[in-house]
């Protein structure tokens, strides 16, 4: 569970997030909406663990990440947390398959083993046939199922999205929504997902609508969440414990 309590953000005098608290449960898929400036993307970075509030708190399952020292963080970050940009920010220069493969050998594996998996979710995402080619090379779907499978290699328990349907056209909108929802019901994974698509609350269990920095709505569209029938639960959370526990050691 990701708790965040009393959240303010400014940038110079610009106040961006007022005392934000918002809870986000296991496999839950929520939605982030409201106009453009409300403070969404501020938001999920700062969920996110990638960028840090003037004041408030981040907790996952219990453990303050503002109380990791910068490599337990990012090694926490690398081991439960994936990211889903706009604009994919794919590597140019490596093909799809390395692209994939990045998180996880940051993370220790071998390249073999890497490549293996990456070949792996690619074909599970029905690109098997575009491992070897460059994002230059790929349709903007393409490219952003490559990212999708990017934030997944390492198997984390939460993916964060901003706006991954942005820059597609209906039918890879579409495509994406459903790969989404079926990795949450496949997988158990948490989305956290910013956007401007009126179509992705369809796949949401809560829907929390930002203006002006600040939550002023929550909508639930389900709340059976609990009983989902999950089919591998890959969810639990391998680092924090740990983690945290070398941090009172130190
Ligand atoms: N690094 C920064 N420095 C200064 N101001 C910033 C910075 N990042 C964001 N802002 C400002 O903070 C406010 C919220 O930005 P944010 O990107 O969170 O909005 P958003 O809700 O994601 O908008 P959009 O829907 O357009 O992406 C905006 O007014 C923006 O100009
Ligand atoms: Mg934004």
């Known amino acids: 569970m990701i708790q965040l309590s009393g959240i303010n953000k400014s940038y110079g005098t610009l106040k961006v997030l007022s005392d934000i608290s918002l809870t986000i449960g296991d496999h839950e898929i929520v939605t ?16 996110g ?9 981040v907790t996952y399952d219990g453990v303050e990440i503002s109380r990791l020292r910068d490599k337990q963080l990012s090694q926490f970050r690398n081991r439960n947390i994936g990211f889903i940009f706009q604009f994919h920010q794919l590597l ?13 050998l940051i993370g220790g594996l071998s390249r073999r083993k890497a490549m293996d998996k990456a070949a792996e979710l690619l074909d599970m995402l029905g690109l098997s046939s575009r491992i070897n080619h460059k994002p230059g090379e790929l349709s903007g779907g393409e490219r952003q199922r490559t990212a999708i499978a990017r934030a ?21 909108r ?55 029938e999950i089919e591998e639960d890959k969810t639990e959370l391998t680092a924090v414990n740990d983690i945290a526990e070398s941090e009172n050691n130190c």
């Open 32 to 47: 982030v909406v409201g106009p453009s400036g409300a403070g969404k993307t501020t938001l999920l970075q700062i969920a």
């Open 49 to 57: 663990s990638l960028d840090s509030p003037d004041s408030g708190t």
């Open 92 to 104: 140019p220069e490596f093909t799809a398959c390395e692209n994939v493969a990045l998180p996880a």
């Open 152 to 172: 997944l290699i390492n198997e984390p328990k939460v993916i964060f999205a901003d706006e991954p349907t942005g820059s597609l056209d209906s039918k890879n």
């Open 174 to 228: 579409d495509d994406i929504r459903n790969v989404i929802a079926d990795l949450r019901t496949r997988l158990g994974q948490t989305f956290v997902i910013v956007t401007h698509d009126p179509h992705m609350t369809t796949i949401a269990d809560r829907v929390v609508t930002m203006a002006d920095g600040k939550i002023v709505s929550e909508t639930v569209r389900r709340s059976d969440i609990i009983t989902l």
